[in-house]
């Protein structure tokens, strides 16, 4: 059997409503200090009703801490995307405009431009003044701003499938290092809070009016967030020829689909019993080996509820489930940046050795029998598993393992 | 990647009738405007009234281009199903727009937001097909369909038994296409087949359509071709080295190749580019358009794939769409290269 | 059939894009989901707009409409029972 190439992450940069830098996530995390709060900074007619994971940081301010000219047109999406790319390359000591090696950029959103298209969208055609932001529209447009601005030209490509986005992203990055297209890479996700987002969950009646209860029996909906995080990842080998310490290692990933519906899940929630046992496949790793699940956890009535049963497929029973969370209740649903900010997640709790809380739990989903972790809990972490589902039936599992001294 | 991928069927619906089987472009279909809708084939010949009814075009024409690939390979379940489409479905983006910004704090429809969502076309290949697979969305403006293409090389290399459903698929949309005017982006008294050449004005024809295939690493009976190697670069001073060292890294130099496809699309400001890369790297070959009588639009090439491999298999490239006239003894292997406005360059490589 | 279920069929084949469908074809007492009609759950999001939109009737728990959308039949009674 052929041993596939060990995938170190060597860099993680995050933004999102608990902390700009990975640290500040990590503090907050540790702290049980949510970001959750009634809509503020965007422009909404639900502001002050919704609850949502805002980054207090208006545009002008990003641009200023980027050095990038107001003249130029850059989304918040790719704003935030910027910030915290730049901070995985600080991270893994990395420029790749100088580092002579094979580097790309996979990126997801689901936004996109949206957030400026949305208020431009009738302006557009009675004034010029913001006509510079007609390009920015496309999903990919922003992974090319981005890649411009880190020095990324090798390959560039953009995934969008809803929620599962980044994590789909961050195994396109692993899978591309093994089948030697890649050196490096950067990869990750990121979505702005936008009115068509808002809206959209709404419609869906699947918006909470409270602050979510994720696994709760009690739940009715998602609050959404805004956040972008991204991961560097490289052989191994790579990272031992230039010294640097690997944060974790990405050993295990998997994508299936539901093929159920195109918004809800299936009962038994096949689509993401297939992703968890594709990821430990891949892994070669046992259910008992896992140790903290980073759940989805959206705390919609239908995700919860299928990813519960699904967990319980696979590891077997309650009893034997490992400590899991979803840490939704901090971030909001970040939608595209969802599988990037809690792989980040997933990596300090390897780093520190500790499982994150689930927020606002008391009631565990009837017929299931199945409770998260509610406090800090330090425990000894091997292997974590990250779930990320999305419309359309896309079900993506991360697995990243310890790195070792 | 050395392992080609065989293709077993594919399927395209564009502007020209191209889902009529046998269709090589012996009749042109002639237009006087920008944008230019895809035809419509009787999608119901696939998709029940019941599932039809909610779906956008993009959805239809997928699912159809599809089903028109499964048959010819004669299949009807693949393991996994890869994607490209560099706007995803917009008409349901605007209408979702347009019904908040008319009524944001009301009842609002949840079907455009549903349907909006990029991936829905694969969404919805998956639920016909009840494929539980891999299934990626690539939305990666004029490379979307290179990057599922690549994918898809990579997925079955990890897969060897698999077979893949690949396409790419884009949709027109009405205040979208009023945004590229503002900008820059259409041609102005614009014609299909649009005008080649020298002097041609700037802007492109927009369009939208779709083209799937069937692959896999088995060469099955009747292959319509392989498809050997592709490669992307978002920016290039050097398109011509940017291919020769594709060709090079493959193996092979431009003396090798049989014909070209490239994606001239009438646009004055950027044609020059293939002008150049046909002169220094192809001037003795058959030079094959496709955009001309195709339209543009980011995922146009996966039906220029379409156009290699019909001419791979009936071994004669149709008048309409050769740019030089030249002609070659034998049609084995061709290399397609396209950009779109400067950008997202892409080069693939294919074989009888 | 009443004036309100002639028009609610009307509604139900526009706002749901049932082009085959004509009001004739649809009895007062069809079951809509399930076997029968075979609307899903996006349907009857779509029915709980309609329900605002037309008839000013609010439902705040999208399973309340599992009751109110079970036949055309039902949904008049309950739009005669609560419309503004």
Not at chain 1, 109 to 125: F, K, P, Q, S, W
Not at chain 2, 175 to 195: E, H
Request: glycine content about 8%.
């Amino acid at each position: 059997m052929i041993h596939p190439i060990p995938i170190a992450v060597t860099g993680m940069g995050a933004l999102s409503a608990i902390g700009c830098g990975v640290a500040e996530n990590f503090q907050s995390l540790v702290l049980s200090q949510h970001g959750i709060a009634p809509i503020r900074r965007l422009d909404t007619h639900h502001q002050g009703r919704l609850l949502a994971g805002e980054i207090l940081i208006e545009n002008d301010e990003l641009y200023d801490r980027l050095g990038i000219p107001p003249s130029e047109a850059y989304t918040r999406s790719t704003l935030l995307a910027l910030l915290a790319a730049r901070e995985a390359l600080d991270t893994a000591g990395i420029d790749p405009r100088y580092s002579g090696l094979r580097t790309g950029l996979i990126s997801a959103t689901t936004v996109g431009g949206m957030d400026a298209t949305e208020r431009y969208y009738d302006d557009y055609l009675v004034s010029d003044k913001h006509w510079s932001f007609i390009p920015t529209h496309p999903c990919g447009y922003a992974a090319e701003q981005l890649a411009r601005q880190l020095g990324i030209s090798h390959f560039v490509t953009t995934i969008s499938t809803a929620c599962s986005s980044a994590a789909n992203a961050i195994m396109l990055g692993a899978r591309m290092i093994r089948a030697g297209q890649l050196d490096r890479v950067v990869v990750g996700g990121t979505d702005c809070l936008s009115q068509f987002t808002i809206n959209g969950f709404n419609s869906l009646m699947i918006y909470s009016d409270g602050h979510c209860l994720p696994f709760d029996d009690r739940r009715n909906g998602l609050n959404l967030g805004e956040a972008a995080a991204y991961l560097v990842l490289e052989s191994a080998e790579l990272a031992r020829q230039r010294s640097k310490t690997p944060l974790a290692y990405l050993t295990g990933y998997g994508n299936a689909n539901d093929a159920f519906h195109q918004t809800a899940s299936s009962d038994n929630g096949e689509g993401a019993y297939l992703a968890m046992k594709q990821a430990l496949e891949v892994a070669g790793l046992r259910t008992a080996d896992i140790d903290y699940i980073n759940a989805h956890g959206t705390a919609t009535p239908n995700n919860d509820l299928a990813e519960g049963s699904a967990l319980l497929r696979i590891f077997g029973s309650s009893g034997t489930l490992p400590a899991f969370s979803s840490t939704k209740a901090f971030t909001g649903h970040t939608l595209a940046a969802a599988g990037a900010i809690e792989a980040v997640y997933s990596v300090l709790a390897l780093q520190h050795q500790v499982v994150f809380p689930n927020l606002n739990f008391s009631e565990p989903i009837a017929g299931l029998g199945i409770a998260p972790q509610t406090s800090l809990r330090t425990k000894k972490i091997n292997h974590v598993l990250s779930n990320s589902f999305g419309f359309g039936g896309n079900c993506s599992t991360l697995l990243f393992s310890i790195a070792h001294d | 990647m050395t392992k080609p991928l065989y293709i077993h069927g594919s399927g395209c619906v564009s502007i020209q009738p191209t889902f009529e089987p046998g269709y090589l472009f012996e009749t042109i279909q002639s237009y006087a405007q920008n944008p230019v809708p895809a035809l419509d084939p009787d999608y119901k010949t696939f998709i029940p009234a019941m599932q039809l009814r909610r779906m956008n075009k993009s959805m239809r024409m997928a699912i159809f281009a599809s089903k028109q690939a499964l048959q010819q390979a004669n299949i009807t379940a693949v393991d996994a199903v890869i994607t490209g489409s560099g706007l995803g479905c917009l008409r349901d983006s605007e209408r979702f727009v347009e019904n908040l910004r008319a009524d944001e704090g009301q009842s609002l429809n949840p079907t455009p937001f549903i349907q909006s969502t990029h991936n829905m076309a694969a969404a919805a290949l998956a639920l016909t097909l009840d494929c539980k697979g891999y299934n990626m969305t690539y939305v990666n403006n004029a490379n979307s369909f290179e990057s599922a293409l690549l994918d898809t090389m990579i997925y079955l290399m990890e897969h060897p038994s698999a077979t893949v459903l690949l396409g790419g698929v884009d949709e027109l949309g009405e205040r979208t296409t009023q945004f590229w005017n503002i900008a820059g982006y259409l041609k102005k008294d614009a014609v299909i087949p649009t005008a080649l050449g020298e002097d041609t004005t700037a802007g492109e024809v927009a369009a939208e359509g779709t083209a799937f295939f069937v692959a896999s690493h088995q060469p099955g009976a009747h292959p319509l071709g392989k498809i050997l190697a592709v490669e992307t670069r978002v920016e290039t001073d050097n398109p011509e080295a940017f291919i020769r060292d594709f060709l090079q890294r493959n193996g092979l130099d431009t003396t090798e190749v049989d014909a070209v496809i490239l994606g001239e699309n009438g646009d004055g400001r950027y044609d020059n580019i293939y002008r150049t890369v046909g002169s220094s790297l192809f001037a003795n070959i058959p030079q094959i358009g496709f955009k001309h009588v195709l339209g543009e639009y980011d995922t146009v090439v996966s039906t220029a794939l379409f156009v290699a491999f019909e001419i791979l298999r009936q071994q004669r490239i149709p008048q309409s769409l050769l740019l030089n006239g030249l002609t070659s003894r034998t049609l084995q292997r061709i290399v397609i290269y396209t950009q779109r406005r400067g950008t997202n360059h892409s080069v693939i490589l294919v074989e009888r | 059939m009443s004036e309100l279920t002639q028009e609610l069929k009307a509604k139900i084949i526009t706002q749901l894009n049932l082009e085959d469908l004509t009001v004739e074809d649809l009895e007062d007492t069809t079951p809509l989901f399930g076997d029968g009609l075979g609307l899903d759950s996006i349907d009857a999001l779509e029915l709980i707009v309609m329900l605002d939109k037309s008839y000013g009737i609010k439902l705040s728990d999208p399973k309340e409409g599992r009751k109110v959308f079970e036949t055309v039949q039902t949904m008049a009674d309950f739009i005669e029972a609560n419309r503004k």
